[in-house]
């Protein structure tokens, strides 16, 4: 499986920005599609997933209320919505996919990543 992520970039603070993840080379269907940030010098952090069957969403607490993760099946694409945005939001976001259930708040049950792409929020 190949993800490719995109529509990274710089916005202002309050702004939105939308991402993409891109899937390809998928034999059988995802379980979910997750995605995380990343800072240098911190961990993976959760921002949400969503159950790519049922499209159940799941968010992390700090991205609940203003991001929302959406998918198109007909373009094997999820989306992520991020609304309000502020200066802490700023790191490389990546999507993740999983083909069996498991925690979605775990990057080590994801099976394939994408490439990353920077969001910078400026104040």
């Known amino acids: 499986v190949q993800l490719v992520d995109s529509g990274g970039g710089l916005v202002q603070a309050g702004g939105p920005l939308r991402l993409s993840c891109a899937a390809s080379?998928?034999?059988?269907?995802?379980?979910?599609v997750g995605w995380f940030r990343q800072l240098p010098w911190k961990t993976r952090e959760f921002v949400g997933a969503i159950r790519w069957n049922v499209e159940s969403t799941f968010y992390g607490a700090s991205v609940k209320d203003r991001f929302t993760i959406s998918r198109d099946t007909n373009k094997n694409t999820v989306y992520l919505q991020m609304n309000s945005l502020k200066p802490e939001d700023t790191a490389v976001y990546y999507c993740?996919?999983?083909?069996?259930?498991?925690?979605?708040?775990?990057?080590?049950?994801?099976?394939?990543w994408g490439q990353g792409t920077q969001v910078t929020v400026s104040s």
């Open positions: 993740a996919a999983r083909l069996r259930g498991g925690s979605y708040f775990a990057a080590l049950e994801y099976d394939y």
């Open positions: 080379g998928a034999t059988g269907p995802l379980y979910a």
